[in-house]
């Protein structure tokens, strides 16, 4: 999906604002918190917070991907996906960036098809209205972080920097430049000896001196088959199972009338709307925007539990979530979902026991009826993972 680049910046401008740093770093000597040059693109590496990224660009066109991982300490209030691969383009470096997520973990991708970046899709938040999740993240905990060692407000070295900036975009760093430069910038004793000769190889490795190219990834060819996103943490399995079930069909069934027993029972409670399915640790339900387990032998339950059988078909059967509400006209919507957990759910996510018996509601269906997401529930909950 494409997105408004928010307070990530176009690749272009990342590329030499990170690459001026990497020079700096690699001028100086120094090692903490480091602004890196490797053979896939430039990058962070901050020891400190756990935090590392990492830019490419990629050939076949204006095009690059920037990806790295954010501890989940350091993501309050970002929307993260499931899978941050999740709809990418073809053209990606999948094999590069499939090895990084299983063996450092990736929480956010971004692509850039020459003019807008893209991501994967990010779980729906009905209270969050713009979903950068981990990257701008990475780059608000990094704005405006100088190289390591180097205070821009002592002396000149904000005049030297400033001039190093203006020629790194210019794509005039010199040796010159350097050597006039990283004196200035050297202030802290724990710096070694300026070394011009070494930043002027990172400048013209990153494209910043004069006659110099970028490096580029190979293009993909394709996202491979089967692949499936490696999963650590239970609550990363339940938003990959959701986002899962979300990419299959809901299969046509025949249409019910209105559960006009539920309907009484809930403006009855003083609702205007109902939202129940599986959730946390089984089957919940919400009247008030409040969210309760369902406990047998209350009166929610006996009448939640016999809409859905009564409405459940031994072939095809029941429905997983369910809602009703009470909108502008006087006759409710109701809706049902059998296959999925449908978007407007905004309940927890579902945990071992929901999926389980969303498991056993599966395997009693005739097999035509099992969506194309069943299997995964089954290496799931076999493997442990929750």
């Known amino acids: 999906m494409d997105v408004d680049a928010g307070p990530v910046p176009p690749p272009e401008t990342l590329w030499t604002e990170t690459a001026i740093r990497a020079v700096v770093c690699v001028g100086l000597g120094s090692l903490r918190n480091t602004f890196t040059v490797t053979g896939e693109g430039v990058g962070l590496r901050d020891h400190y917070r756990d935090i590392w990224w990492e830019l490419s660009w990629v050939e076949g066109g204006d095009r690059a991907v920037f990806y790295g991982n954010v501890p989940s300490a350091w993501l309050a209030g970002a929307v993260a996906s499931a899978d941050p691969l999740a709809g990418g383009p073809g053209w990606l470096p999948w094999e590069r960036l499939t090895a990084l997520q299983r063996d450092l973990g990736l929480s956010f991708v971004y692509w850039w098809d020459g003019s807008r970046w893209g991501h994967?899709?990010?779980?729906?938040?009905?209270?969050?209205?713009?979903?950068?999740?981990?990257?701008?993240?990475?780059?608000d905990r990094c704005d405006g972080l100088p190289p390591a060692r180097v205070d821009l407000d002592t002396g000149d070295a904000r005049a030297a920097y400033d001039a190093l900036r203006e020629a790194a975009h210019r794509r005039q760093v010199t040796e010159s430049l350097l050597e006039a430069v990283l004196p200035r910038l050297s202030l802290d004793p724990r710096n070694g000896e300026p070394d011009p000769r070494a930043a002027l190889q990172v400048a013209a490795w990153t494209g910043l001196a004069p006659g110099s190219g970028r490096p580029r990834l190979p293009a993909g060819a394709g996202e491979p088959a089967g692949r499936r996103p490696p999963i650590a943490a239970p609550e990363r399995v339940s938003r990959a199972i959701v986002m899962a079930s979300r990419s299959a069909p809901e299969l046509t069934?025949?249409?019910?009338?209105?559960?006009?027993?539920?309907?009484?029972?809930?403006?009855?409670?003083?609702?205007?709307?109902?939202?129940?399915?599986?959730?946390?640790?089984?089957?919940?339900?919400?009247?008030?925007?409040?969210?309760?387990?369902?406990?047998?032998?209350?009166?929610?339950?006996?009448?939640?539990?016999?809409?859905?059988?009564a409405e459940g078909d031994p072939r095809t059967g029941r429905w997983l979530h369910a809602l009703i509400a009470f909108e502008r006209s006087p006759d409710p919507d109701v809706l049902r979902a059998y296959d999925t957990v449908p978007v407007w759910w905004t309940g927890p996510s579902p945990g071992e026991r929901a999926l389980r018996a969303i498991q056993e509601e599966f395997m009693g269906r005739d097999p035509a009826w099992r969506p194309e997401w069943t299997p995964l529930l089954g290496e799931v909950l076999d493997a442990g993972l929750l």
Not at 278 to 302: K, N, V
């Open 120 to 139: 994967a899709p990010y779980p729906d938040r009905p209270e969050t209205t713009t979903a950068h999740g981990g990257g701008a993240h990475a780059l």
């Open 253 to 309: 069934r025949p249409e019910h009338p209105e559960p006009d027993t539920v309907v009484r029972w809930m403006v009855g409670r003083g609702s205007i709307g109902l939202v129940t399915g599986f959730g946390g640790d089984g089957l919940m339900f919400s009247l008030h925007g409040r969210w309760e387990s369902m406990r047998p032998s209350t009166p929610e339950a006996e009448i939640i539990d016999a809409w859905r059988e």
